[in-house]
């Protein structure tokens, strides 16, 4: 399991990096880990599924998410291949290894969620609408996680505190590097 406050700090990291960020997404990062690895715990899919890395991504969801925006940004392709060195393994793309690398897994997750017309619900502590977001467009009806299953989650892994939230928002926006920002 990450510690909240150190996987908070990363994932607002990547996503700044990768001109992705946003405290909703961030916060939707979260509980998304939250809920589908148990913060980390399960980077294999319990009970022998195909979903990898702690936001539990699916081979074929991650070949849709590459297909339909990773492939067509270069300037996102550019910072993962010079800033993470991410974009290949193995002599191949990655298009469903997530485990492998923690910035690929956020980056892949965040893509997901950019797919979606329906933005992010506005307040950040509204932990049920952002369960009941997860639920339509990430797990889907189709899937077995539930809205109570994500709050519960949600309150038992992410212990940021509404302060905590707002002030790593506003240092992951003033620029602070990874080592600079303080929780």
């Not at 946003?22 to 509980?31: D, F, R, T």
């Not at 599924?49 to 081979?59: C, D, L, S, T, V």
């Not at 270069?74 to 298009?95: M, S």
């Not at 017309?117 to 797990?139: G, I």
């Given at each position: 399991?990450?510690?909240?406050?150190?996987?908070?700090?990363?994932?607002?990291?990547?996503?700044?990096?990768?001109?992705?960020?946003?405290?909703?997404?961030?916060?939707?990062?979260?509980?998304?880990?939250?809920?589908?690895?148990?913060?980390?715990?399960?980077?294999?899919?319990?009970?022998?599924?195909?979903?990898?890395?702690?936001?539990?991504?699916?081979?074929?969801?991650?070949?849709?998410?590459?297909?339909?925006?990773?492939?067509?940004?270069?300037?996102?392709?550019?910072?993962?291949?010079?800033?993470?060195?991410?974009l290949?393994?193995?002599?191949?793309?990655?298009?469903?290894?997530?485990?492998?690398?923690?910035?690929?897994?956020?980056?892949?997750?965040?893509?997901?969620?950019?797919?979606?017309?329906?933005?992010?619900?506005?307040?950040?502590?509204?932990?049920?609408?952002?369960?009941?977001?997860?639920k339509?467009?990430?797990?889907?009806?189709?899937?077995?996680?539930?809205?109570?299953k994500?709050?519960?989650?949600?309150?038992?892994?992410?212990?940021?505190?509404?302060?905590s939230?707002?002030?790593?928002?506003?240092?992951?926006?003033?620029?602070?590097?990874?080592?600079?920002?303080?929780?």
């Amino acid at each position: 399991m990450y510690d909240p406050k150190q996987f908070a700090i990363f994932i607002g990291t990547v996503l700044r990096d990768t001109d992705t960020y946003s405290i909703q997404a961030l916060v939707q990062l979260l509980g998304t880990a939250a809920v589908e690895s148990d913060f980390g715990t399960y980077l294999w899919q319990k009970g022998g599924g195909p979903a990898r890395g702690p936001f539990q991504m699916e081979p074929s969801t991650a070949r849709d998410v590459w297909e339909r925006r990773f492939k067509k940004d270069e300037v996102l392709r550019y910072t993962l291949a010079n800033v993470y060195g991410i974009l290949r393994f193995g002599g191949k793309y990655i298009t469903d290894l997530p485990i492998h690398n923690l910035a690929y897994a956020v980056i892949m997750a965040r893509l997901k969620y950019i797919l979606i017309p329906e933005p992010f619900p506005k307040d950040v502590t509204d932990v049920f609408a952002y369960a009941m977001y997860w639920k339509k467009y990430y797990n889907t009806v189709k899937g077995k996680g539930s809205v109570e299953k994500y709050v519960a989650k949600y309150g038992r892994y992410v212990k940021l505190s509404k302060e905590s939230l707002f002030a790593l928002d506003e240092q992951l926006r003033d620029g602070q590097g990874i080592n600079q920002i303080k929780l």
